[in-house]
């Protein structure tokens, strides 16, 4: 797959330590997933084949930065962040692009506060065709062509999963969209799923074990209002709603868990209307990740046949794709959540987001003793820049500077996969 490169995304969101892993594997089929090994003396840093910025988030900081390029004399505007990360958030910021929501979703700047003169720009998760309403209702023409090509950032990715959500709704399926109800991208498929059928939302297999209980006729209509009542569309009736479902996905959820979803969800349809009937009540459709969640979700788990002794995660606590490649991480070792280099208190703490708590915790004694073997990846949406400091930190609390680092950059290698058992 050949991307398009985006030339103003700045050079301050990228890292020598991390271009040069790059570079070293540029060569290469994107296939081989095996991890890259950098030795800083006794301290071995393996970092993932694929990780950081995707196609969609260098689209999304590409158009912005071009608007503020283009229009320096007028007022520019986001609807919401533009990705999960907090450096690029507050560098739009920074520049004076100023964020209608807020991260909770609270409106901060009104309708009549906006013009026909005004930029603004949709983010790389999209948005409701409610926010686009009443963009329109402030002068902003959200249809034309120029509009969707300088400032509407939706990702291509996300936008195809709504056509295949249009195309399984003119299919008459209910569209059972596996999601985070509050996220951004979420709320925006939602919202245009809804346009051509019945719509909901499922977090994960628990909440879809859920749905199946109902269809199997093992619990209450009453029951599933209470759980689904505001996660689904508008006159959604569970009595006819639920004999016909099509799955499709937030873009950046766990790949098994969208297989287990759907593999409930069959098995519930299979159940009630038999194995001869299953193809007209269930869509058996293919899940709709995009490539950067499996290319990094598929590198993070060849990074795991490493065996590395501790693994740091850099990305936004908002950012799904990021506490994704967390949960994949955490099964094998003791697994850190950071924003920044910053976190890295010392040696002996760290400060990281513990995705289950949904908070910031300190944690003390996260480093092992050398030799060690350390797993430094990041999400989607994080600037190189920090997972380069982040490398060089914890470099630091081994006593290692830039010459140990450089020694290691010059001797990169391929991390040996593990050889099948004869
Ligand atoms: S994670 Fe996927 S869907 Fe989201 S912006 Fe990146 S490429 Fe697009």
């Given at each position: 797959?050949?991307?398009?490169?985006?030339?103003?995304?700045?050079?301050?969101?990228?890292?020598?330590?991390?271009?040069?892993?790059?570079?070293?594997?540029?060569?290469?089929?994107?296939?081989?997933?095996?991890?890259?090994?950098?030795?800083?003396?006794?301290?071995?840093?393996?970092?993932?084949?694929?990780?950081?910025?995707?196609f969609g988030v260098e689209r999304a900081i590409h158009m912005a930065f071009s608007a503020l390029e283009t229009h320096p004399d007028r007022d520019i505007h986001l609807v919401n962040e533009i990705i999960h990360n907090p450096l690029v958030n507050e560098d739009l910021r920074a520049r004076g692009i100023r964020f209608l929501y807020d991260s909770d979703g609270q409106r901060q700047i009104q309708e009549s506060e906006l013009s026909s003169e005004d930029v603004v720009l949709i983010p790389a998760f999209g948005t409701t065709l409610d926010i686009e309403s009443s963009l329109q209702r402030s002068g902003v023409d959200t249809t034309s062509d120029s509009f969707r090509e300088n400032y509407d950032t939706t990702c291509p990715f996300v936008s195809k999963v709504w056509d295949r959500g249009e195309e399984l709704g003119r299919e008459g399926y209910t569209i059972v969209i596996h999601g985070k109800f509050g996220h951004e991208e979420t709320q925006a498929t939602h919202s245009h799923t809804e346009q051509h059928t019945k719509t909901l939302v499922v977090r994960d297999a628990e909440e879809a074990a859920h749905v199946a209980a109902y269809i199997m006729g093992r619990s209450s209509v009453e029951a599933l209002v209470a759980e689904f009542g505001d996660k689904w569309s508008q006159?959604?009736?569970?009595?006819?709603?639920?004999?016909?479902?099509?799955?499709?996905?937030?873009?950046?959820?766990?790949?098994?868990?969208?297989?287990?979803?759907?593999?409930?969800?069959?098995?519930?349809?299979?159940?009630?209307?038999?194995?001869?009937?299953?193809?007209?009540?269930?869509?058996?459709?293919?899940?709709?990740?995009?490539?950067?969640?499996?290319?990094?979700?598929?590198?993070?788990?060849?990074?795991?046949?490493?065996?590395?002794?501790?693994?740091?995660?850099?990305?936004?606590?908002?950012?799904?794709?990021?506490?994704?490649?967390?949960?994949?991480?955490?099964?094998?070792?003791?697994?850190?959540?950071?924003?920044?280099?910053?976190?890295?208190?010392?040696?002996?703490?760290?400060?990281?987001?513990?995705?289950?708590?949904?908070q910031t915790v300190v944690c003390d004694d996260w480093l092992p003793e050398l030799p060690t073997r350390l797993a430094v990846t990041s999400g989607a949406s994080c600037p190189d820049v920090l997972m380069n400091c982040v490398v060089e930190r914890i470099a630091s609390f081994y006593g290692y500077g830039q010459t140990d680092i450089e020694s290691g950059l010059v001797s990169l290698a391929l991390h040996e996969p593990i050889a099948d058992p004869v």
């Open positions: 797959m050949a991307f398009k490169q985006f030339d103003r995304v700045p050079n301050h969101y990228s890292g020598e330590i991390i271009q040069r892993i790059k570079d070293f594997r540029q060569e290469e089929g994107k296939r081989s997933l095996a991890p890259t090994v950098l030795r800083i003396g006794e301290l071995e840093v393996l970092v993932p084949r694929h990780f950081g910025f995707c006159g959604f009736d569970a009595t006819t709603d639920l004999q016909r479902l099509a799955v499709v996905n937030q873009t950046t959820m766990l790949a098994e868990e969208t297989a287990q979803v759907a593999g409930i969800l069959r098995e519930a349809m299979r159940e009630r209307y038999g194995d001869d009937q299953i193809d007209k009540h269930f869509a058996d459709t293919n899940d709709t990740l995009c490539y950067a969640t499996n290319w990094n979700q598929n590198a993070t788990k060849a990074l795991l046949d490493a065996e590395p002794d501790v693994a740091v995660i850099v990305g936004g606590y908002n950012s799904s794709n990021t506490a994704h490649l967390v949960e994949i991480c955490e099964q094998v070792m003791p697994s850190f959540l950071i924003s920044r280099a910053e976190e890295l208190l010392s040696a002996t703490q760290i400060r990281h987001f513990d995705i289950h708590a949904k």
